[in-house]
């Protein structure tokens, strides 16, 4: 970078320790966004009113560090209202968050860092109601940024979940490469990821997180995610996948390895009954898809890392949402074929990592080392409220 302009960039930091920051991943679902603010601007926190509070956490998901003398907040809204994210930015004053450039023109000299496609897409509508200028950070970057910096900076980061237990596992900073980073956004994203630097998209599927909301909504006639998520908890896939048994007579077909009870056909059921949608429950639809879904990603996850003889599966994306029966999906997808070889696991922070991505990116810009101080302060000094 210029060293005129890093050094311009520089004289819009105020305080040291308390600098506030903000990063948006703009997604085809959601847009992430991470955010600093120091107890100063506590009273700012309050001025957003409770209608905007509202929209913001219709669902859970959002996470709040205390730290320090601040807080880190981790916070969503649906792309289709991208009004609702502008309101809250504005709101709170975040627009001043990112670096400041003075030398640019007016509407210029807010920067933000910010990744996904939105980034190219609202960049015009930023800049024309907030007077920001987006500073877009390559999608994969973040994705790979975000995730090498939780396994190797968080302590109860990456899981496993088998047999409905969650187990966390710590793994070695100098064992950490490779692994193969699966992404579960409305698309989903494959990544082989071999050093903090070097990294290769190998792979994605376009039956991810958007196929299951868009399908779920359509099928159910369920308005959001967490409606479709939880009417799935309450179904049966059974009554809509076409068994194994049910093809070879309630047997197993023990010489390829399939129990009775695996799925032979996921929504196969259908085909030999007489009946309508309605006449099949919206809970027992909605399981079907989910472990449809779930199962597909797992399976091509697998193939992709016994391509690569990768031993590691991490999965990340707003999809998976700490969900029970996703992740064990998932896992079993993963286990059936590889027998424990390749090892599938989930984040904590498994929706926010192209959003960490994009704050850790502050620090590329020729901008200090307040987005690492910042996240190097949690967990270790942190609470966590989640909403
Ligand atoms: N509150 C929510 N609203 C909408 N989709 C959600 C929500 N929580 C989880 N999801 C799921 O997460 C997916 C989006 O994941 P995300 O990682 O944010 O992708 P993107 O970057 O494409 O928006 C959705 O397609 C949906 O399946
Ligand atoms: C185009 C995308 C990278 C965009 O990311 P997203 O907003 O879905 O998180 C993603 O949707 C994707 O990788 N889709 C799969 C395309 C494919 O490999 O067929």
Redesign the pocket.
Known sequence: MDRNRAEEKLVGIRESDGVPHLSLDI???LIKMVYFSSNSSESIDNRVNSSLKDKMSTSSGNLHYGIRNGGLHFTKFETSKISDCIEFISSKQLQHYGDRYYAAPTNDKNIIKAT??GAFKFADLFREKLGVTLDKVD??DCLVTGSNFLLKAMHHEAFTYIDGQKEFVQIDHKDLYPYLLV?I?????MIKVESDTKFE?V????V???TFLGLGKLLTNCKSFDELLELSRQGNNRVIDMLVGEIYGGNDYTKIGLASTAIASSFGKPISENKELEDYKAEDVARSLLRMISNNIGQIAYLNALHFGLKRIIFG?FFIRGHAYTMDTISVAVNFWSKGEAKAMFLRHEGFL?ALGAFLSYKESGFPDVAHQLLEGFPQNSYCTED
């Open positions: 997604g085809g679902t996904g496609g999608e994969m992404n956004g409305s698309g989903v994203s998209r792979s994605g599927t376009s991810g997180g958007g994306g192209g």
